[in-house]
């Protein structure tokens, strides 16, 4: 199974990923990170906004497919991938990396709240960014850096992230409880420029092939109304 490699490792050259992604396409079967599922819309939600730009900010595991799929969805006007969860001077890959900085890799999402709400973004996350049950782990990586949670913005989104998590368990939606962490007040800081757009930047390479490119499809399969082909980047802006 391929695991995050070290900022050396992960600039490998472009033949051998290819090469490597085309093996692991045809010879391993699904795994879990690939698994997503229909869940019902939020009961409750934040109120219709003329606002034209809000923010939101998840963790779900490893910011490269995070940040893919968001950039992929209508109504988000860019995605960028950071830390969230500890202090500025440890907000670097290294350090967070250990898991001992209080950080997850965690993405800030801008959207148009006229265009799609706070908890279309939850829903999205829920079903296709991760599995909300595993805890301090997403598939291959693991590690409170790649914990699930939700850092809400103001009252409002947090009201929106509690009630919709008390609604999926409820309802028992997944097979195991639910471990998705909700902290306030806790500032987000973007990550290194070379993790910016990285999905896009690197679509052979193994571990984006593996665990990544399925996240993009099942946003496509599950929430056609939301899918958009060409992702709005970083690097545009």
């Keep these: ?22 093996v692991v396409m045809r010879a391993v079967p699904p795994t879990s990170q690939e698994q997503a599922q229909v869940i019902p819309p939020p009961a409750v939600d934040m109120p219709a906004s003329q606002n034209a730009t809000d923010t939101a900010v998840l963790a779900g595991g490893c910011f490269w497919g995070v940040q893919g799929v968001y950039q992929h969805m209508k109504g988000v006007t860019a ?11 440890s907000a670097q890959y290294d350090a967070v990396s250990s898991g001992g900085t209080g950080h997850a890799e965690s993405v800030q999402i801008t959207f148009d709240p006229r265009q799609i709400s706070y908890g279309r973004l939850l829903q999205v996350f829920f079903s296709v960014v991760h599995d909300p049950t595993q805890l301090n782990r997403q598939g291959p990586d693991v590690g409170t850096q790649y914990r699930s949670a939700i850092f809400p913005a103001n009252a409002e989104q947090e ?19 639910l471990v998705t962490k909700i902290e306030t007040a806790r500032p987000f800081f973007p990550a290194e420029k070379y993790h910016q757009d990285y999905l896009t930047k690197n679509p052979q390479q193994p571990y984006i092939v593996f665990n990544d490119l399925p996240k993009i499809e099942n946003l496509k399969r599950l929430f056609p109304d939301l899918y958009r082909a060409v992702p709005v980047l970083v690097g545009s802006k």
Excluded: D, E, W
């Design 159 to 177: 009201k929106v992230a509690r009630a919709y998590i008390a609604q999926l368990s409820q309802a028992r939606v997944f097979r195991a409880a």
């Design 1 to 22: 199974m391929f695991t995050k490699a070290s900022p050396i490792l992960r600039f490998v050259s472009v033949v051998a990923a290819m090469m490597v992604a085309t």
């Design 79 to 89: 995605a960028v991938s950071g830390y969230a969860g500890g202090s500025q001077n």
